[in-house]
């Protein structure tokens, strides 16, 4: 059974910097991609960040791009995500997803996916 448990979320002000953990259970060996995805009140899932774990790409969104990196500790099988210069905009719940396809970025594309934990980001 996969299991994903994010941790590390908080309230920070604008500018600071947290980093979100996502520790990984069960058939970690067949996953091909990883990512972490955000969704504030009353809006869609997002993708933020997401990475490649055959390759080590890593990929971002536009809005993050500069300020955010994903990185993966395979010996922990644990996920990361380093947020720096933190925006109000970035207020969201922040849920880690894995997949086994080889497929998008989209939220969509992934089957597993953790409970969530929340960034907020005060100005």
């Known amino acids: 059974q996969v299991q994903l448990v994010e941790s590390g979320g908080g309230l920070v002000q604008a500018g600071g910097s947290l980093r979100l953990s996502c520790a990984a259970s069960?058939?970690?060996?067949?996953?091909?991609?990883m990512a972490w995805f955000r969704q504030a009140p009353g809006k869609e899932r997002e993708f933020a960040a997401g990475?490649?774990?055959?390759?080590?790409?890593?990929y971002y969104a536009d809005s993050v791009k500069g300020r955010f990196a994903i990185s993966r500790d395979n010996a922990k099988n644990t996920l990361y995500l380093q947020m720096n210069s933190l925006k109000p905009e970035d207020t969201s719940v922040y849920y880690c997803?894995?997949?086994?396809?080889?497929?998008?970025?989209?939220?969509?594309?992934?089957?597993?996916w953790g409970q969530g934990t929340q960034v907020t980001v005060s100005s």
């Open positions: 990475i490649n774990l055959r390759s080590g790409s890593t």
């Open positions: 997803a894995a997949s086994v396809y080889s497929g998008g970025y989209s939220a969509g594309d992934f089957e597993s």
């Open positions: 069960g058939r970690t060996f067949s996953w091909f991609h």
